[in-house]
């Protein structure tokens, strides 16, 4: 919590994503707008095959640091915004599950919009993550990668 | 000697997760990892970015036996 | 349903809303992107007093006409736009819970928040709806009021 | 005799919030309104718009039993 009462909630974990949780942890008084994202696994193959799961891979640790960087800038461009969540899931995840979730709430709605989509299109530019995808006879690495860039990059 | 952090593609390419590796400098560490795991880690490294304790490095960084080296090939997230 | 399959629902009720079931309805195969705007009733008063509740009356054929609208609009604007919701309360509403929730689902994400964005900005400029302030003692129609337009307009 | 939908503060002033009332065009039945419910009404419907069967309308436009004439005080959704 900063010197405004301000929360962020970062978690990289295996556990399925629950955006419900965190819209109601997200909830404040003074907040009128919450915007969420939910980034689900989708039918589209990189690789070609009939893909039935995908599977992510991190460093935790490394993952949450970038995360709570990405945060960081956010506050720094609308200062208005309250709570900021982001979730992550790791290990394997079936088709149309949340991977990722973000949660912003600000007291008007337009700074809110913007921070979340500040927030994911940063995460997937600058937060370390791979993802392969699993199909009933083997599994490969996601061919839509690209570099990791830093946060203040991105 | 220094650890290293061997990330999703580079993982699977090492064999490894993490890692303790000797040298100096990153240059010499991942120089090491090369001998140690050979030709596909190698093509792996080629196209990573490199980190030490969670920041962008250079090759030429010094580093000790407090550091971690991590090897980050292009990421997927989301 | 549409000739691509598209689903829109639309509900103006007394009952609480619910964000999590739009976004299970919303998730489709070919979807990566959920974005969800809730509007929640905020500590804030046009009228000075100190406001505990909202309380929230309309048409509810007339609102539902011009939401339908609205997503009649949004999906001509951004054609890969899949699931729409647009779901607002009506009868009286604490503070903190939310008003009106927006769910929209697509491929990529950037459609979604562009057109979640435009639906809420729309609906707040073109939808009958009326909201009266109320505290312990009494009660009055907010301030925060503007001239209805109409969906094409705003 | 057309149906009139009042809204918000619209109904709040009229008293009621739908009624019927003579009138061969929009203008006619909104004065007959404002015959029926007074000035505090007359206040409302001067920053009001008026839609007939969920359109934009104009005061000129010919209304008859089948038609609804809504009045839409200043919104204030969301």
Redesign the interface.
């Known amino acids: 919590m900063d010197a405004k009462g301000n929360v962020d909630w970062v978690e990289v974990a295996e556990t399925p994503l629950e ?2 949780l965190l ?1 109601q942890w997200a ?18 193959s990189s690789t070609g095959h009939d893909v039935t799961e995908l599977e ?4 935790v ?3 949450e ?1 970038r995360m709570r960087e990405v945060i960081a800038v956010a506050r720094e461009r609308w200062p208005d915004i309250v709570a900021v969540a982001i979730h ?1 899931r790791i290990g394997r995840v079936l ?2 599950q ?3 979730v973000i949660v912003v709430s600000s ?1 008007h ?1 337009r700074e ?2 913007e921070a ?2 500040y927030c ?1 299109d940063t ?2 530019k600058g ?5 392969r995808e699993v199909w009933p006879t083997g599994s490969a ?2 061919q ?5 860039v ?1 946060v203040h990059d991105a | 000697m220094s650890r290293i ?1 061997l ?3 580079a ?2 390419a090492a064999g490894v997760r993490d890692d303790h590796i000797e040298g100096a400098t990153v240059g010499e560490v991942l120089r090491g990892a090369v001998d140690r795991y050979g030709s596909t880690f190698e093509e792996v490294l080629k ?1 990573s ?1 490199i ?1 030490v304790n ?1 920041e ?1 490095s250079s090759r030429e960084q010094a580093v000790g036996p407090q550091d971690e080296v ?1 090897v ?7």
Do not use: N
């Open positions: 955006a419900d819209e909830t404040r008084p003074e907040c009128g707008a919450i915007v969420t994202f939910c980034g689900t696994t989708r039918r589209s992510y891979e991190t460093s640790e490394l993952a640091g992550h088709l149309g949340p991977a990722v007291p709605r809110a919009f979340a989509q994911i995460v997937k937060v370390p993550m791979w993802k690495w996601s839509e990668a690209h570099d990791i830093s | 952090l990330l999703g593609p993982r699977e196209v970015k980190w969670g962008p991590a980050l090939p292009p990421v997927s997230g989301g």
